[in-house]
């Protein structure tokens, strides 16, 4: 008699992790994403080099789309303003960036990431500072990749009472057009 409640109990508790890897546990909608990633890159000056001479790059303004085509990927079009320190005048130049990119949660730092940064399309301002800035896009695309490798674009608040609960848990990150979604994913440990 004793087994049967045992086995009442274990199979509840089994459909329920099932019914728990369909829910959606948290999301983020496009646009608070965007609002978040775009502060994050304005704080920062990505710092690198292109022909041996030091550059600068600021990030004016980021447009983001989730699952574009429904696929597991996100875009970001970017407005950069870019100075080369040339030897007698610094160089300025926009550019603008057309990037994919892949999101990954790290279930140790609770926290998305991107990863596999590819250039999309690119162009790099106008008229004679084209010819000269051609290697700009490259660069800027290996800055971005720096920083984003270093800096999550979210990271889990386990302080917060709706985040909390999710910290200790494996979760897989699924994107649908304009939301990013975290569910539970029993099936990792």
Not at 125 to 144: H, Y
Request: overall charge positive; charged content about 20%.
């Amino acid at each position: 008699m004793n087994k049967h409640p045992i086995l009442a109990l274990s199979l509840l508790l089994l459909a329920s992790c099932t019914q728990l890897n369909h829910l959606d546990m948290f999301s983020l909608k496009q646009q608070e994403l965007q609002r978040l990633l775009l502060s994050q890159l304005e704080q920062q000056q990505g710092k690198g080099k292109m022909l041996g001479l030091p550059l600068t790059l600021t990030v004016q303004q980021l447009e983001l789309q989730l699952a574009p085509d429904n696929k597991q990927q996100i875009e970001l079009k970017l407005a950069l303003g870019a100075e080369v320190d040339a030897l007698f005048k610094p160089l300025h130049t926009d550019l603008k960036l057309h990037l994919s990119a892949l999101p990954y949660f790290d279930d140790e730092r609770n926290a998305i990431y991107l990863k596999n940064l590819t250039i999309l399309d690119s162009s790099v301002g106008s008229g004679s500072s084209q010819l000269k800035l051609a290697p700009l896009s490259n660069e800027a695309k290996a800055i971005l990749t720096q920083v984003l490798n270093r800096q999550p674009i979210y990271k889990l608040d386990c302080n917060k009472v709706t985040e909390k609960v999710l910290c200790g848990m494996p979760l897989t990150l699924v994107l649908q057009p304009g939301e990013l979604l975290l569910k539970p994913n029993y099936s990792a440990r």
